[in-house]
């Protein structure tokens, strides 16, 4: 299948093709660059796709049918805001590609719309009676038997009715505040209120605390095991019985998505906890920017809520079911099928970890690497936890970006905190949607008597960095160290592919000291000699590399470049591989979600290859390689290409030094890139077509590292 999303600019990109290597002006045309928010966008195609795939177990399909819900809010909360912000105030660009942000949201009115009709098509045509032949049934107000019916019924009189407050509209009762992506009810009324006055429309809100799949029991289903009725067709159903003497003539679910992006200007605030924990309650409360409604809604009632939101039409989107599909994530949990879900699998440990429980013994016989989630994110924690209670550790210091409320790394390094350890945490409060977490997780800490600082203002602080101090008696001060291209959440370690490095090399031990010291002190760090940091040495480091392989390539050597990261949007680094490209490098792009680069352009891109791998994981690994005539560079990172990471991020990238890593690392990026099944192939136009195998063996790499590390 090609995903196809409608090129700005002339859809027949061909760069004129130079005779020579091409110069400034020329890498600085728009028409070598895709809009971003159209080619993340584009990523989310390639996720619902899964939805419709045969081939994915049924409720795995589902789940990615979710996923794509969940992203799409969102692209809407943070990438649409964003850009209304950006046209509200006038700005004539995007980005590279040189598109008013009004010129772009024009077209992704357009294609946000067929997006959703798409979803709920899947929904409708494909998923629902796929499920209802596996006795998976969501039973309408129209199939309820009378038996159900009653049950409902009284369901609804004990369970709902007690929580919820309609409101009817009138002087002294005005529109409500309507949480962000809320499920709510717009009623149309007839007949006379308690006091004997007319009323025409109420407001219902469902509190999150309901379920928004309500499962009936198996007394009423004739056994069957998994029936479930959508929360909104009970409260459709008995909508009357909140309006004591009136009657509904209509009764339509809505919700609305906000402006969620938290503003604190750090040049002017003294607490950053404190400025943040005030900006997360007016979260809920932040500009609409989308309307959806049932799209059996009335126009008078659609124009009245667009009235009340302060919308357009073009932010009007009408659902052919639930408003939020993201909620149908319940029935994955609810429904025991192993046979409809991916095979459970147990992640694998490096041998030696088999073998040694002392992680510290492990690690000073020589560097282990972790490739999440095929091999287990336990040593990580098991070296906070041991770190915690080994008499012979000093300090404990680590980066925290996304942790997840049950953290078991938090537990330990409380744990280290009470023991008397030194325990020094940074704490990034601005990780998106984490924020109240990581409020109260720095909370913990504190009580617990670790030192807390939360990075350094005007820079989020997303290296993945741990380090532990320990005194022996042979060696002296020991560092043991732990970088990843991932965060310290187990949660997502099982869900993400991530790498991770276990070291007590003594010169990274020494870098990652300094940077943990210009964390703390903010003095000015010391040449590191091992890492590359951002905002300092990461991005010129890596133009440089990519200009030398060039150089390489014109002196007729061979030169190469794979880069594996999640998005690649920085304008100088894609003239350079632009640049490295017609000097006849060969490059190899893994990009998970936005690309800007466009491959493949006659005269500037022919010798690059973009493809997107999207799957059971969500891939994360961040991984750059360079040939450099023989002596090969190899880094993992926690940045991506993007400007944000290398110019307004702390990130770090960390060498692969030992062979054994070096050589596994390369033959696991060759599986990618041999990958014909879960693998997506980008076009000039930003279009991405799925490798299919053909009369070639079938290759998933996630299949393959699932069987080759993880205990299947």
């Not at 796929?130 to 004990?158: H, N, P, V, Y």
């Not at 059996?296 to 939020?324: I, T």
């Not at 992680?359 to 287990?376: K, M, T």
Request: proline content about 5%; overall charge neutral.
């Amino acid at each position: 299948m090609t995903s196809n999303i409608i090129n700005i600019g002339n859809p027949d990109i061909q760069a004129p093709r130079a005779a020579a290597e091409p110069d400034d002006d020329t890498l600085q045309q728009p028409e070598l660059y895709i809009n971003r928010y159209l080619s993340l966008l584009e990523f989310n195609h390639r996720v619902l796709e899964y939805a419709r795939d045969n081939s994915f177990p049924l409720l795995e399909r589902l789940k990615h049918l979710c996923i794509s819900s969940s992203n799409l809010d969102e692209f809407f909360e943070i990438r649409i805001a964003v850009l209304k912000q950006h046209a509200k105030s006038g700005a004539m660009q995007s980005g590279p590609d040189n598109h008013t942000p009004a010129e772009v949201l024009k077209v992704l009115s357009g294609k946000t719309r067929a997006f959703i009709d798409e979803q709920y098509r899947i929904l409708s045509e494909e998923l629902i009676p796929q499920l209802a032949e596996q006795d998976i049934l969501f039973l309408k107000r129209s199939e309820w038997s009378g038996e159900q019916e009653e049950w409902l019924s009284t369901f609804f009189r004990k369970q709902l009715t007690p929580i919820l407050s309609p409101l009817g509209l009138d002087p002294a009762h005005p529109f409500p505040k309507v949480l962000n992506k809320s499920l709510n009810f717009i009623v149309s009324l007839k007949g006379k209120d308690a006091f004997g006055r007319d009323s025409a429309l109420a407001v219902i809100q469902a509190p999150r605390v309901l379920p928004r799949i309500i499962p009936l029991p198996e007394s009423v289903t004739g056994g069957r095991k998994h029936a479930f009725v959508f929360l909104s067709s009970i409260i459709h159903a008995f909508v009357d019985e909140l309006f004591p003497g009136m009657k509904s003539t209509g009764c339509y679910q809505f919700r609305v998505t906000r402006n969620s992006d938290l503003f604190v200007d750090e040049e002017e605030i003294e607490d950053l906890a404190r400025a943040l924990e005030g900006e997360l309650g007016a979260r809920r409360y932040g500009d609409t920017v989308r309307l959806e409604v049932a799209d059996n809604c009335p126009e008078d009632l659609r124009n009245y809520l667009l009235q009340e939101f302060q919308l357009s039409p073009d932010e009007l989107f009408q659902a052919n079911g639930p408003v939020n599909l993201n909620r149908m994530l319940a029935v994955y949990d609810l429904v025991d099928r192993p046979d409809l879900k991916f095979k459970g699998f147990t992640s694998g440990l490096p041998d030696r970890l088999k073998t040694s429980k002392n992680i510290f013994e492990a690690i000073s016989q020589g560097n282990i690497l972790l490739h999440h989630p095929y091999q287990s994110f336990v040593p990580v924690i098991d070296l906070v936890r041991q770190a915690a209670t080994d008499p012979d550790v000093l300090a404990i210091k680590q980066t925290l970006y996304r942790t997840g409320p049950d953290s078991a790394v938090v537990d330990a390094l409380v744990n280290a905190a009470r023991a008397g350890k030194e325990v020094t945490v940074v704490i990034e409060l601005r990780a998106r949607f984490d924020e109240a977490e990581n409020i109260e997780l720095a909370s913990r800490l504190q009580e617990a008597g670790a030192h807390v600082v939360y990075g350094v203002v005007g820079y989020k602080t997303h290296a993945k960095m741990l380090l532990v101090v320990r005194k022996e008696a042979k060696k002296g001060l020991v560092r043991y160290v732990h970088m990843g291209t991932g965060n310290y959440h187990p949660r997502t370690a099982r869900l993400y592919t991530d790498y991770g490095l276990l070291t007590c090399d003594p010169g990274i031990g020494e870098d990652v000291h300094n940077v943990f010291m210009q964390l703390t002190s903010l003095g000015k760090v010391q040449n590191l000699h091992n890492l590359l940091q951002s905002p300092f040495t990461l991005h010129p480091t890596l133009i440089r590399w990519i200009d030398r392989e060039a150089e390489h390539a014109r002196d007729g050597k061979p030169a190469r470049i794979i880069i594996k990261v999640n998005s690649l949007t920085e304008a100088k680094a894609i003239k350079a591989l632009y640049r490295a490209s017609c000097a006849g490098v060969s490059i190899d792009l893994v990009v998970r979600g936005m690309c800007c680069l466009r491959p493949g352009i006659p005269g500037i891109s022919e010798n690059i290859r973009v493809r997107s791998i999207v799957g059971r994981f969500l891939e994360h690994t961040r991984v750059y390689y360079f040939q450099n005539d023989g002596n090969a560079k190899l880094y993992g990172a926690s940045a991506d290409l993007m400007e944000r990471n290398m110019f307004n991020r702390v990130e770090i990238a960390f060498p692969i030094l030992e062979k054994k890593d070096r050589k596994r690392i390369m033959r696991e990026l060759g599986i990618c890139l041999a990958d014909n099944t879960q693998a997506w192939e980008m076009k000039a136009d930003g279009s991405y077509q799925r490798l299919q195998p053909g009369d070639s063996q079938p290759v998933s790499a996630q299949t393959t590292l699932l069987e080759s590390l993880a205990d299947t």
